[in-house]
């Protein structure tokens, strides 16, 4: 559970774990994130561009009656001779082992022709379908079949006009994904072993980070309103729903963050019961509904993202006691500890939330786990440190350390710190999973996946860590710079050691002499006597 990862909409960090292959389907317009890495080449959305006969054509959004959201794209082919114009994105992932469902709704006014649906790069046609639309809305789909592989191409919905159409809901999706999400991203993250993987972040109680309305990211894909995080366009097909099982597809445990601004205590409640409770209960009704009658049983649920102060104090007993109430077999987070919190949560709560994004001050963090644990004292909580990393700022050049060796040390040391403190520290979710300027541990574009240094750190975490940590004293055997970390397996019969080195003038000096004969001495559950399993290889780099 110290190994849990971290997904929020922030940025495409979503995006970039979604299959889908068009951007803005919804015509909502596309924005930018108000954050850069180096803004001359940071990643950027393709957008709908016009094509064809353009000087024949208007286009424009349309808010009368859109499938969706706030507008579709309407364009108008005037005057009386035959004319093709249409609308196009580029930068298009195709291949032919990979074939795609073509999904949109057309709806058109004087069109006497079918619409075409394209993809093509530089007259080399790559696959072609044909719709007729009967006029009013209506879902239209086929599957693609690529005649070619392309990192570049370009999709293009056109018609020969005269005439009026209308565009809504647009989606290019692989027919492999598992469960909509990327199997090569899905593949990375199961490799790490994750117990948890915490759902939420600044889009919950940060009204300069988004509106999120969970209830919004349920039922048909088509029929979700589309909104910005971070002022960037989200895909609406990732909803709360795909997370959870995105979750038990890894084998993690989901834990949702609950927002807590303009929200009151029945509105967590029926999130909640819309996940856990029975199928005949009001909000399982709608989940069944949905498609899914069995509940989802997520156990660990958060009350806010990153709250704290006399106002969040008072509000949170109402929240404990409704969300308990919904279902009593729950583990409840708060958000940021302090005196108020604990006194205010009672029983009913059994984590506070502290977050360090300065790990690689390990003594500072240090400290700060010493003051929680104070705090605490002989109450039965636990700490949750629902987001860590080296950094959450450093916006623009300095991001780059995060995809550094230096900075999958610190995060390894991070890691041997909470080994140190895990009767207390029992889950922690590193920040952030993917893309979203540097952070994430996997870096993806349209066709390819990327690990990072600290990726590889985290998985030799995750795959080697046991469950019983030991004591290793005194430190200063190892040399200064080297942190060491030691735990031993469910059945006590596997040692690992983790040992971090980053000092750079001088080589580790090892395991002295006599702490290898004093481990070698100790009846570890049989570990001396058998043979240690071979280590399985680190997965390759894409």
Same mark, same amino acid.
């Given at each position: 559970?110290?190994?849990?990862?971290?997904?929020?909409y922030?940025?495409?960090?979503?995006g970039?774990?979604?299959?889908?292959?068009?951007?803005?389907?919804?015509?909502?317009?596309?924005?930018?994130?108000?954050?850069?890495?180096?803004?001359?080449?940071?990643?950027?959305e393709?957008?709908?561009?016009?094509?064809?006969?353009?000087?024949?054509?208007?286009?424009?959004?349309?808010?009368?009656?859109?499938?969706?959201?706030?507008?579709?794209?309407k364009?108008?082919?005037?005057?009386?001779?035959p004319?093709?114009?249409g609308?196009s994105?580029?930068?298009?992932?195709?291949?032919?082992?990979? %074939?795609?469902?073509?999904?949109?709704?057309?709806?058109?006014?004087?069109?006497?022709?079918?619409?075409?649906v394209?993809?093509?790069?530089? @007259?080399?046609?790559l696959?072609?379908?044909?719709?007729?639309s009967?006029?009013?809305?209506?879902?239209?789909?086929?599957?693609?079949e %690529? $005649?070619?592989?392309?990192?570049? $191409?370009?999709?293009?919905?056109?018609?020969?006009?005269?005439g009026?159409?209308?565009?809504?809901?647009?989606?290019?999706?692989?027919?492999n994904?598992?469960?909509?999400w990327?199997p090569?991203?899905?593949?990375? =993250?199961?490799?790490?072993k994750?117990?948890?993987?915490?759902?939420?972040?600044?889009?919950?109680?940060?009204?300069?980070k988004?509106?999120?309305?969970?209830?919004?990211?349920?039922?048909?894909?088509?029929?979700?309103?589309?909104?910005?995080?971070?002022?960037g366009?989200?895909?609406t097909?990732?909803g709360?729903?795909?997370?959870?099982? =995105?979750?038990?597809?890894?084998?993690?445990?989901?834990?949702?963050?609950?927002?807590?601004?303009? &929200?009151?205590?029945r509105?967590a409640a029926?999130?909640?019961?819309?996940?856990?409770?029975?199928?005949?209960?009001p909000?399982?009704?709608?989940?069944?509904?949905?498609? /899914?009658?069995?509940?989802?049983?997520v156990?660990?649920?958060?009350?806010?993202n990153?709250?704290?102060?006399? &106002?969040?104090?008072?509000?949170?007993?109402g929240?404990?006691?409704?969300?308990?109430?919904?279902?009593p077999?729950?583990? =409840? *987070?708060?958000?940021?500890?302090?005196? @108020?919190?604990?006194?205010? @949560?009672?029983?009913?709560l059994?984590?506070?939330?502290?977050?360090?994004?300065?790990?690689?001050?390990?003594?500072?963090?240090?400290d700060?786990?010493?003051?929680?644990?104070r705090m605490?004292?002989?109450?039965?909580?636990?700490?949750?440190?629902?987001?860590?990393?080296?950094?959450?700022?450093?916006?623009?050049?300095?991001r780059?350390k =995060?995809?550094?060796?230096?900075?999958?040390?610190?995060?390894?040391?991070?890691?041997? *710190?909470m080994?140190?403190?895990?009767d207390v520290?029992?889950?922690?979710? /590193?920040?952030?999973?993917?893309n979203?300027f540097c952070?994430?541990?996997?870096?993806?574009?349209?066709? /390819?996946?990327?690990l990072?240094?600290?990726?590889?750190?985290q998985?030799?975490?995750?795959?080697? $860590?046991?469950t019983?940590?030991?004591?290793?004293?005194p430190?200063?055997?190892?040399?200064?710079?080297?942190?060491?970390s030691?735990?031993?397996?469910?059945?006590?019969d596997v040692?690992?050691?983790?040992?971090?080195?980053?000092?750079?003038?001088?080589?580790? /000096?090892?395991?002295?002499?006599?702490?290898?004969?004093?481990?070698?001495?100790?009846?570890? @559950?049989?570990?001396?006597?058998?043979?240690?399993p071979?280590?399985?290889?680190?997965?390759?780099?894409?």
């Amino acid at each position: 559970m110290q190994n849990g990862q971290f997904i929020e909409y922030l940025c495409d960090l979503v995006g970039s774990m979604w299959a889908e292959k068009l951007y803005d389907g919804n015509f909502e317009g596309l924005s930018g994130y108000g954050f850069e890495f180096i803004k001359e080449t940071d990643f950027k959305e393709k957008p709908w561009y016009p094509s064809g006969a353009v000087n024949r054509a208007r286009y424009s959004v349309d808010s009368e009656n859109p499938v969706n959201g706030k507008t579709c794209q309407k364009i108008v082919a005037s005057g009386t001779t035959p004319c093709t114009v249409g609308i196009s994105q580029d930068g298009i992932f195709v291949d032919p082992s990979d %074939p795609c469902q073509l999904r949109l709704w057309l709806r058109t006014e004087g069109i006497s022709e079918p619409v075409r649906v394209r993809i093509h790069e530089e @007259g080399r046609e790559l696959a072609s379908e044909i719709f007729t639309s009967t006029g009013e809305w209506k879902r239209y789909g086929a599957s693609i079949e %690529p $005649a070619g592989r392309s990192t570049a $191409a370009t999709f293009t919905i056109e018609f020969k006009g005269p005439g009026t159409l209308w565009i809504d809901a647009a989606s290019l999706m692989p027919a492999n994904t598992v469960g909509g999400w990327r199997p090569d991203v899905v593949k990375a =993250l199961k490799g790490l072993k994750p117990g948890v993987i915490r759902i939420g972040g600044s889009v919950m109680d940060d009204p300069d980070k988004g509106a999120f309305e969970w209830q919004e990211t349920i039922g048909d894909p088509d029929k979700r309103r589309p909104f910005r995080a971070w002022g960037g366009l989200q895909p609406t097909g990732p909803g709360l729903e795909e997370f959870v099982q =995105l979750c038990y597809a890894v084998d993690a445990e989901p834990l949702i963050c609950v927002r807590i601004r303009e &929200k009151t205590p029945r509105d967590a409640a029926d999130q909640i019961e819309y996940f856990n409770g029975d199928a005949s209960s009001p909000m399982g009704v709608w989940r069944a509904k949905n498609g /899914r009658p069995e509940p989802y049983g997520v156990k660990y649920w958060q009350v806010g993202n990153e709250q704290g102060g006399e &106002k969040y104090e008072a509000v949170l007993p109402g929240f404990l006691k409704a969300m308990k109430g919904a279902d009593p077999t729950i583990e =409840l *987070l708060a958000s940021y500890p302090s005196e @108020g919190v604990l006194e205010g @949560g009672g029983d009913l709560l059994d984590y506070v939330c502290p977050h360090h994004y300065e790990c690689e001050d390990l003594q500072r963090e240090s400290d700060d786990l010493d003051r929680v644990r104070r705090m605490i004292g002989d109450r039965p909580v636990r700490i949750g440190i629902t987001e860590w990393n080296t950094t959450g700022g450093d916006w623009g050049l300095p991001r780059a350390k =995060l995809w550094t060796l230096a900075n999958a040390l610190a995060c390894s040391r991070y890691q041997n *710190l909470m080994h140190r403190n895990c009767d207390v520290i029992e889950i922690a979710n /590193r920040s952030n999973l993917t893309n979203s300027f540097c952070s994430g541990i996997i870096q993806t574009d349209r066709s /390819r996946l990327y690990l990072t240094p600290t990726y590889y750190a985290q998985w030799l975490y995750g795959n080697y $860590a046991g469950t019983t940590p030991l004591r290793v004293e005194p430190a200063a055997r190892f040399g200064p710079g080297l942190d060491v970390s030691a735990t031993l397996s469910v059945a006590g019969d596997v040692l690992t050691l983790f040992a971090v080195n980053d000092n750079v003038q001088r080589k580790g /000096r090892g395991l002295t002499a006599p702490f290898v004969d004093r481990l070698k001495g100790r009846p570890l @559950g049989g570990w001396a006597q058998n043979p240690i399993p071979p280590m399985p290889p680190m997965p390759p780099p894409p």
